[in-house]
């Protein structure tokens, strides 16, 4: 499984509809395996929505949720305006480092 955070953004400056989740859920095919979307329409620079999906390796999964992304923007009126930014999996390892560094300061020398 592999999470991709793909950000988007809107032409106009609205909000994300409420109902995204379930229109990407909609539009998905059971070969590209999305299991679940979490929509997070605060997240800066872009709203994300984060898509968990089954592949075969990081690249498929990410082109996977990009395809799926982009064909519910196309296919809805009211998606229209918003275009894809990027699709990525998102990188955890400077978090746990943060982490670590604030347990042990001074510790850590790379």
């Known amino acids: 499984m592999y999470l991709v955070h793909v950000q988007v953004r809107s032409s106009a400056g609205s909000g994300l509809p409420a109902d ?8 998905a095919v059971p070969d590209e ?28 999964a990410e082109e996977r949720a990009a395809a799926v992304v982009r064909r519910t923007l196309a296919a809805h009126a009211e998606l229209r305006e918003w275009e894809q ?7 955890i390892g400077p978090f746990y480092e943060l982490l670590l560094e604030r ?8």
């Open 85 to 91: 930014v990027t699709a990525q999996a998102p990188l």
């Open 33 to 60: 395996r999305i299991e679940h979307v979490a929509v997070h329409p605060h997240a800066r620079p872009y709203p994300v929505l984060g898509v968990v999906l089954g592949a075969d390796g990081l690249e498929q």
């Open 103 to 110: 347990e042990s300061p001074g510790e850590l020398s790379g």
């Open 20 to 27: 995204v989740a379930g229109r990407i859920l909609a539009t």
